[in-house]
């Protein structure tokens, strides 16, 4: 299932995107060896403080297993300001009814781990349907989307081909990048849908989601306020220390309320 | 099928004689809603920009009570990426503040805050409500966000263009491919012709002309070409 999580709803939560960071680190940093800022293990940018949307994959225990990042092109966004080797120094495109996407990444180690049925295939057209569907709902009609030639290959594969490139590839860590124009109709959506077998409402409603996570064994111990404040917290740090410290924060609260002992593996 | 744009244009009225009520209650008629407000600040000067089709008596209230500090329409929705249905705002004090006493006036209660972000992070809202079932507030709502967010950047472009320190560093920065394109589209070419000429899709000849006609704040690809020669930023067909 695919959470939306932007400026309006981060407060609730501040886990699922700490979850998120992670696995930015682990795929950006680790993985391609882009040049990305990790602190604590968690990838984090100044793109990430101007109220993004995130599209996140949940699986059915609400585990983060793919994340991708949207931001408008008429203000400040990556193509703009990080990847201009991409566009060869070009200005970029801007339009209202054109958004990026960037950090578009799906956790393959976790999905073959659990060996659920989920296949990495399906999670990837699962998130690759709802940015789609997002986008279509909020009137924006291409996305742009920068990627590296294995996330292309999955796109095309998907029989979710992008309609084009814009600028060129580029060596980047130890993988390249490009930038994909994807147009945003419903024939798109149906392809991708059609390709995967997946049917009916893949958005997670915001509510059940957060019961599930209070429910989770994570918090069942903090009272349903400080479980809030404590994610509240979580989503306003600014910067990794004010991070760090609202973490601290939460495990501390935690073992003083723990009635019994940790039983985590 | 690219679905026609239904946008209205400001920006060819000269500065002095701009109406932007009139403007808002154009679209308003063209999109089928009842009201329509513009807001924003300008990023250098701080100065507020604000203009609505409501009535006299309600922007009285709303001014004299202080409602621009509570009104969640605009200050939630600004930090949205997407435009936001009024449906998703947190049913808090501040929202029932405004909202109640939007009702005792007999405005709608239904409604879309569409937020465009400006080149320098400055936030640009346009509001459109309308009274109608809720199915039909949500069908209507579907149709009319892409519009929306054209005539928002469009309007706010062109807010932001009237302060004259803005548009010194607002000059349009074309990519070289789009003055490829539009040069051949000044030349006569359509687009699937630029699209073949380029070895590029006609989807992305469509995209770039779309940023350059946002980029020059103009509403038609021919009011483009011709602000494109008048900067000189291509030569005339």
């Not at chain 1, 680790?30 to 604590?40: F, L, P």
Request: net charge negative; hydrophobic share 40%.
């Amino acid at each position: 299932m695919i959470l939306v999580i932007d400026a309006l709803n981060r407060h609730r939560f501040g886990s699922v995107l700490d979850d998120m960071y992670k696995l930015r680190a682990r795929v950006f940093k680790d993985r391609m060896g882009w040049d990305v800022k990790v602190r604590n293990g968690r990838e984090f940018d100044l793109f990430d403080d101007l109220d993004p949307a995130y599209l996140v994959a949940l699986d059915d225990d609400y585990q983060v297993v793919g994340c991708n990042r949207m931001l408008q092109t008429t203000g400040p966004h990556m193509l703009a300001d990080v990847f201009q080797d991409i566009l060869c120094g070009e200005p970029p495109l801007r339009s209202a009814t054109v958004w990026e996407n960037t950090r578009f990444c799906i956790d393959t180690d976790r999905i073959k781990r659990k060996n659920d049925g989920r296949s990495v295939s399906y999670t990837a057209c699962e998130l690759m349907a709802g940015i789609a569907e997002y986008a279509y709902d909020s009137g924006i009609s291409d996305v742009i989307s920068v990627v590296d030639p294995a996330m292309d290959r999955i796109l095309k594969r998907s029989d979710n081909a992008p309609c084009d490139y814009i600028g060129k590839t580029v060596q980047m860590g130890k993988t390249k990048a490009l930038a994909a124009l994807s147009d945003i109709t419903e024939e798109r959506i149906n392809r991708i849908r059609a390709f995967a077998g997946i049917t009916g409402n893949i958005f997670a409603d915001e509510n059940t989601v957060a019961e599930a996570l209070a429910a989770r064994g994570k918090g069942p111990d903090l009272s349903p306020d400080l479980t809030d404040y404590c994610d509240q917290q979580i989503s306003d740090a600014r910067t990794e220390k004010e991070r760090e410290a609202a973490l601290a924060l939460q495990r501390t609260l935690r073992s003083a309320f723990s009635t019994q002992p940790n039983c985590d593996a | 099928m690219i679905k026609p744009t239904n946008l209205v244009d400001i920006a060819s009225t000269p500065g002095r004689q701009r109406d932007y009520v009139a403007h808002l209650k154009t679209l308003c008629d063209s999109l089928g809603v009842e009201h329509a407000t513009y807001f924003s600040a300008n990023p250098i000067s701080g100065t507020m920009h604000g203009f609505t089709t409501y009535p006299d008596a309600w922007k009285a209230h709303y001014v004299s009570e202080g409602l621009q500090t509570h009104d969640p329409t605009l200050s939630s929705a600004a930090r949205s990426v997407a435009p936001v249905d009024w449906k998703r705002l947190d049913r808090n004090d501040a929202f029932g503040r405004v909202f109640r006493d939007a009702n005792d006036f007999g405005l709608p209660n239904q409604g879309v805050t569409v937020p465009i972000r400006g080149l320098f992070g400055e936030i640009g809202l346009l509001c459109a409500c309308a009274t109608m079932s809720s199915n039909e507030w949500t069908k209507l709502r579907r149709d009319i966000t892409g519009d929306l967010l054209s005539n928002a950047v469009h309007l706010h472009d062109t807010v932001m263009n009237s302060d004259p320190l803005l548009r010194a560093l607002r000059q349009p920065n074309l990519s070289s491919r789009e003055i490829e394109i539009l040069q051949w589209v000044a030349a006569g070419k359509s687009q699937q012709d630029v699209g073949d000429i380029l070895s590029i899709s006609p989807r992305t000849v469509e995209v770039h002309l779309r940023s350059t006609r946002e980029k020059l704040c103009t509403i038609s690809t021919a009011q483009a070409v011709g602000r494109a020669v008048s900067l000189g930023i291509i030569q005339p067909g």
